[in-house]
Structures are given as C-alpha cells and as structure tokens.
C-alpha cells in the first residue's frame, strides 16, 4: 500500500493540475505560463541532482574513482531514450504549430499530450526505480527519500496538467474533455512506475544506472522543451524566476526529507 501511494502521488498532482481548467474562466496569461514552466524546470533539476544522480553515485563507492561511471553512463542512456521517443512518436509542443516525430493525422490536442505523455515516463521510471531500491534494501534509499521524490514530481505535475489542458480547453474542447486530456496525459507515470518495481528483483544490480537514465531523460525534458518555453516570446526574467523557486524547494524538500 505505501509502495502503491507513492507510485500514486505523481499521477495526483498531474489530476489536480488538470482541474484547474474546470474552474479557468479565461485562458492562461503568457507570464502565468512562463512561471509555470520555469518552475517545473527548477524541479526536475533538483530532483534529478539531489534524489537521483547524488544517490547514484553513492551506490558506486565501491568502485573508487570510477564511481561516476553508471551515473555517467545510465544519464547518457536517458538522454538517448529520449531523443529516440522524440524521434518515434508523433507529438506537439505547447505553444508550437509544428508537428515532430513522424508524420500523422492526429489533432493537435492529442500530439499536445503525447509530447507530455513521453516525458512523463522517465518521471515514473524514477519513482518506480528509488521505490525499487527500498523494497530490495539499498541502504542508499529511504523511505522518506523516495516519498520526496514523489512529492517534488507531483509539484512540478501540477503546472504541467494545467498547462496541457489548456489549449484543449481553448480549441473549443469541453472543459471535461480538457480535463481528461490532462489527466490522462499523467496515466503513463504510475505503470511506468509499477513496472520497475515489479521488475526490483532484476533491477537492484543495475539500480545506479537506472536512477541517472531517470535523470538524463527528466534533463533532456528541460532542455529541450521547459527551458525553451519559458523563454520564448517577448523577453523576460519570470521563466528564470519560476526554475529558481522550483529548483530551491525541490532542495529543501530533498534534503529535509532525505
């Protein structure tokens, strides 16, 4: 039941994100948005540092000097991942008219939430794997430690549910089927999540590299889509705000629960 909570929490963040559209009355202003997105940035940053690499690494003391090599590795691994999800899936981002990944006759709404969709697998890879961790004994894993990830997950799903149910809502979609969209974009997080776990027994040996291919792939996320976001249009300190404000609670709810 504890594991199944924290596996949980992700998705229930990105649930209430996607609420807010039920009560929205007009649409999102860009600077709202740029904040949103710069602190969802802030925390993917600090969780990736403080609750997966950090802890990678420290699962390799054994190997000296070259305890850096499965976090180095497994991180480069998730950035791989990624770039070949973005290459494969046909998906759209937010605030964006061009379609990436093959090409399809999808709507946009749908690609709006398959772009949301592939990044929100590594998010629950690395719940699954810290959660995995726990259930196998790592000394490196409490169970504080991995209710702080699942936590700071679910913060920074809160701006992001929002957000994607957004531009439904502004097509002309129902406020329900926004909602849902929303909603749903946030599904693939707990089986993502449930799988490593059920896979812990196999998943112990290579338990560091998995925690930093959690990482690369939540970097890549940032990089190539928050970050860019949150800066477009007019120019502005607000997204660079918005990542301080994140990244500083996600440290402090890392390190106070940890």
Same mark, same amino acid.
């Given at each position: 039941?504890?594991?199944?909570?924290?596996?949980i929490? %992700?998705?229930?963040?990105?649930t209430?994100?996607?609420?807010?559209v039920?009560?929205?009355?007009?649409?999102?202003?860009p600077?709202?948005?740029?904040?949103?997105?710069?602190f969802a940035?802030?925390?993917?940053v600090?969780?990736?540092?403080?609750?997966?690499?950090i802890?990678?690494?420290?699962?390799?003391d054994h190997?000296?000097?070259f305890?850096f090599?499965?976090?180095?590795?497994g991180?480069?691994?998730?950035?791989?991942?990624l770039?070949?999800?973005?290459?494969?899936?046909?998906?759209?981002?937010?605030?964006?008219?061009?379609?990436e990944?093959?090409?399809?006759?999808?709507?946009?709404?749908?690609m709006?939430?398959?772009?949301?969709?592939?990044h929100?697998i590594?998010?629950?890879?690395?719940?699954g794997a810290?959660?995995a961790?726990?259930?196998?004994g790592?000394t490196?894993v409490?169970?504080?430690?991995a209710f702080?990830?699942?936590?700071?997950?679910?913060?920074?799903?809160?701006?992001?549910?929002?957000?994607?149910?957004l531009?439904i809502?502004?097509e002309g979609?129902?406020?329900?089927?926004?909602?849902?969209?929303?909603?749903f974009?946030g599904?693939?997080?707990?089986?993502?999540?449930?799988?490593?776990?059920?896979?812990?027994?196999y998943v112990?040996?290579? &338990? %560091?590299y998995?925690l930093?291919?959690?990482?690369g792939?939540m970097?890549?996320?940032?990089?190539?889509?928050?970050?860019?976001?949150?800066?477009e249009?007019?120019?502005?300190?607000?997204?660079?705000?918005?990542?301080?404000?994140?990244?500083?609670?996600?440290?402090?709810?890392?390190?106070? &629960?940890g």
């Amino acid at each position: 039941m504890v594991i199944f909570l924290g596996l949980i929490i %992700p998705f229930i963040g990105t649930t209430a994100g996607a609420a807010c559209v039920l009560f929205m009355r007009n649409e999102l202003k860009p600077q709202i948005q740029k904040a949103l997105l710069g602190f969802a940035a802030g925390v993917m940053v600090a969780a990736s540092v403080w609750s997966l690499l950090i802890p990678a690494m420290e699962m390799s003391d054994h190997m000296g000097k070259f305890a850096f090599v499965p976090a180095a590795i497994g991180f480069l691994l998730g950035i791989a991942f990624l770039l070949i999800l973005d290459q494969v899936i046909p998906h759209m981002h937010i605030g964006s008219d061009e379609t990436e990944g093959p090409r399809c006759s999808l709507k946009k709404s749908t690609m709006l939430v398959l772009a949301v969709t592939i990044h929100n697998i590594p998010e629950g890879i690395s719940s699954g794997a810290v959660f995995a961790g726990l259930i196998t004994g790592n000394t490196n894993v409490t169970l504080a430690g991995a209710f702080s990830l699942a936590i700071g997950i679910a913060i920074q799903n809160l701006p992001e549910g929002f957000i994607v149910s957004l531009p439904i809502r502004s097509e002309g979609g129902s406020r329900g089927r926004a909602f849902l969209h929303g909603m749903f974009s946030g599904v693939v997080e707990p089986i993502a999540g449930g799988i490593t776990v059920l896979l812990a027994s196999y998943v112990t040996p290579i &338990l %560091p590299y998995l925690l930093a291919f959690a990482a690369g792939a939540m970097i890549y996320v940032v990089v190539e889509e928050l970050v860019p976001e949150s800066a477009e249009g007019d120019h502005s300190n607000i997204g660079t705000i918005g990542f301080s404000v994140g990244f500083v609670l996600m440290m402090i709810l890392d390190v106070a &629960l940890g």
